[in-house]
């Protein structure tokens, strides 16, 4: 990938800065494990990922639509008989995932500091999800120090790009985005004439779900520890 003429490095934060998804998981499970009297695990899991897929344009993503979704994915199963004690429980997974550390994932820092160092690029954060909420894991992460701008969006398809580009005075050609989402981070990027790099992440949502291709301004990667020495040589 020919990366002379990049001049914005536009980061994901959740997965691809720190971990995320593994928490969203374990709160699927705390969520599966109250339903047990009503079903299988399977037909649980399909009645939760049915009500979230119905609710993605009206919610969003992020813990808060997370846990509505709990409790309606809950009504739905009980016919509408959640018990109050199990609809409390339920909140309190939902607002758990809200006290994510943020902790940065391995050689994130050392590779935004070469990155930073290097002067060559002008570094944001584009990143979906509740804005409150992903404002709060940024400054618990320590990370802002790295990035120009941080730019929270509801949805990441081309529009949102291309309005990021219009806003900071570039085009799209001059800008790289790296996330572990095929779907939101690399795709969109790739057809407006960007360029891409791909760390996927162990676990992957399964609305973010989309099967990668090849692409000449595009490099996957196994960690970010390997991003400088792509972008710096």
């Given amino acids: 990938m020919n990366v002379s003429g990049i001049?914005?490095?536009?980061?994901?934060a959740d997965d691809t800065l720190w971990e995320n998804e593994p928490m969203f998981r374990q709160a699927e499970a705390d969520w599966l494990s109250l339903m047990s009297d009503y079903g299988d695990p399977e037909t649980l899991y399909q009645a939760l990922f049915e009500v979230e897929s119905a609710n993605i344009p009206v919610y969003g993503y992020g813990a808060k639509p997370f846990t509505l979704n709990m409790l309606e994915a809950g009504l739905k199963v009980t016919g509408g008989n959640l018990s109050p004690a199990i609809a409390a429980k339920m909140i309190e997974v939902g607002r758990n995932l809200l006290f994510n550390p943020a902790e940065p994932m391995p050689h994130v820092v050392e590779s935004l500091e070469k990155l930073s160092s290097s002067g060559r690029f002008r570094m944001i954060v584009l990143t979906k999800g509740d804005l409150l909420d992903q404002e709060q894991k940024l400054h618990r992460s320590g990370l802002l120090q790295f990035f120009e701008r941080i730019v929270i969006v509801s949805k990441k398809t081309r529009k949102e790009y291309l309005q990021v580009c219009s806003d900071m005075s570039f085009s799209m050609d001059e800008m790289l985005m790296v996330g572990n989402s095929f779907k939101s981070d690399i795709d969109p990027v790739l057809q407006l004439g960007g360029s891409g790099v791909f760390i996927?992440?162990?676990?992957?949502w399964a609305h973010e779900h989309m099967e990668p291709y090849s692409h000449p301004r595009l490099v996957t990667l196994a960690s970010?520890?390997?991003?400088p020495a792509v972008l710096l040589g």
């Fill in 200 to 204: 996927p992440f162990r676990v992957l």
């Fill in 224 to 227: 970010i520890r390997d991003l």
């Fill in 7 to 12: 001049k914005i490095l536009a980061f994901d």
